[in-house]
């Protein structure tokens, strides 16, 4: 009942009441414990989140979730989104934590695209993407394919858009062995119990990399140890959660 009525309030009054919360867990967790390495704040712990809840998994002040961490340090470490030439990016179900550092590197050439999601530059079904071949330089979708029913055209279309020696991050919750889907398995609650939420069409497992590569792309597989140290793990908070991280090129 409270969320409903905190839903009805201006835009205005929600960011004040946000604002306010934000101070008050700021000084509940005060120490030097975790360090967020999006937003470079430090805490004496990340606070809980999900169901069932997770420690370490929410900076408290940009929102920076497990799997946001690792990718900023993969995104730093790792490629050249940073240190060259502003590259045209595709941000597609922007995160919060992001959104204001991609476009304030990128400028005009950061596009963010949903298909619900108000608040974006484009509606946009990745199924059927409204750009040329080899539009873009980078790609970044994270946890959206699978929501996607025909994930296969999706990854296609990503690999149609993406330029010669051009790179995507495209991620997606890994909690099986091998991907299990089914079409017929429509009722909210039946998903829920076989998918792990509601809104799930599959649930994948480590073959997800395979069904890339049938895309087209070139894949490189990274877990946090292969990019972090034992210390940085424990100072950022970077858990089980974060999942891997799946590096795809256009060959």
Known sequence: MLKKIVNLLPE???EGLRQVKKFILSILFYGRGRRCPVCGHEYSKFRKAGVPPREDAVCINCGAMERN?????????KTNLFSESPKRMLHVAPEKCFESRFRKYL????????????????KMDITDIQYQDEYFDVIYCSHVLEHVPDDRKAMREFYRVLKQNGWAILLVPVDAEKTFEDPTIV???????????????RIYGHDFADRLR????????????????????VLMGLTPACGEIYYCTKV
Request: charged share 30%; hydrophobic share 40%; with cysteine.
């Open 187 to 201: 009722d909210p609650s039946e998903r829920l119990r076989i998918f792990g939420q509601s809104d799930h069409v």
């Open 69 to 77: 961490r690792f990718a900023w340090i993969y995104i730093n470490k």
């Open 214 to 233: 049938e895309a087209g792309f070139k894949v490189n597989v990274s877990s946090v140890p292969d990019i972090c140290g034992k210390d940085d793990i």
């Open 12 to 14: 205005w009054v929600k």
């Open 107 to 122: 400028g005009d050439n950061y596009i963010t695209a949903d298909l619900l999601d108000p608040r974006v530059m484009l």
